[in-house]
């Protein structure tokens, strides 16, 4: 079962180039999420999508956009990379139902130089 | 707004040795709290939940953990560690009602040590 998949696993910017990570799942789950994870600080919520077609700001959107392509696909985008964003990207996704699990991919490790 | 506060950054413990980790919440509303696990290069995976009824939840892999709510903690323990144990555990927290995401805490870093 491939569950969540996410690419590319690594990727080095210049700063004010832009990229698109990519996540897909296979689990017909209605929710998806992107968070970044930073050392001392946990996992941080970037932006949310509900269900299809619906998507809202996390903790730390500033700097990033999403697009929820379809009920699989969940794409979060650097329009104009920052070393801040220098970070490990993971995406999520889980049922509708508050008490269902997080499901995560393996991570985007980010470098901008 | 919740917050969650895992207070040891890293705990070194040795093989067979008992293990704790703290977690600390707060939350104006009735919460969820969860433990996650991430082993190196790998995404987090659930370890337990706590959503309502007894107090203690247990893993499939002998981790429990205890909510206690006067306190507001979500400690996670182990009787007796292994070295494949050694890995980042992350306590959460999701609201009960309205919008469904999880506000992590820093993590712990349990390191065992043969």
């Known amino acids: 079962n491939a569950g969540v998949t996410q690419t590319p696993k690594f990727q080095v910017l210049k700063t004010g180039q832009s990229m698109t990570l990519q996540c897909a799942q296979d689990?017909?789950?209605?929710?998806m999420y992107w968070y970044r994870q930073d050392p001392g600080m946990g996992l941080r919520l970037i932006y949310y999508?509900?269900?299809?077609?619906?998507?809202d700001k996390g903790e730390v959107p500033n700097g990033y956009n999403v697009s929820r392509l379809n009920k699989r696909e969940f794409s979060l985008r650097l329009e104009s990379a920052a070393p801040s964003q220098t970070s490990v990207y993971f995406c999520?996704?889980?049922?509708?139902?508050?008490?269902?699990?997080?499901?995560f991919g393996n991570g985007t490790r980010l470098t901008v130089t | 707004a919740q917050s969650v506060t895992q207070l040891d950054s890293q705990v070194p413990v040795f093989e067979e040795a008992p293990v704790e980790l703290r977690c600390n919440y707060s939350?104006?509303?009735?919460?969820?709290l969860f433990w996650y696990v991430q082993y190196p290069n790998q995404g987090l995976q659930l370890l337990l939940k706590?959503?309502?009824?007894?107090?203690l939840v247990e893993s499939i892999n002998g981790f429990e953990a205890e909510f206690n709510k006067s306190q507001t903690s979500f400690h996670l323990r182990k009787p007796s560690v292994h070295i494949s144990d050694t890995a980042e555990y992350f306590c959460?927290?999701?609201?009960?009602?309205?919008?469904?995401?999880?506000?992590f805490g820093s993590g712990t870093r349990l390191q065992v040590q043969p």
């Open positions: 999520a996704s889980s049922e509708v139902v508050v008490d269902s699990p997080l499901h």
């Open positions: 689990m017909n789950h209605n929710s």
């Open positions: 999508s509900a269900s299809e077609g619906t998507t």
């Open positions: 939350s104006s509303v009735s919460v969820y």
């Open positions: 706590y959503l309502s009824g007894s107090t």
């Open positions: 959460a927290v999701s609201r009960g009602t309205g919008r469904r995401a999880l506000t």
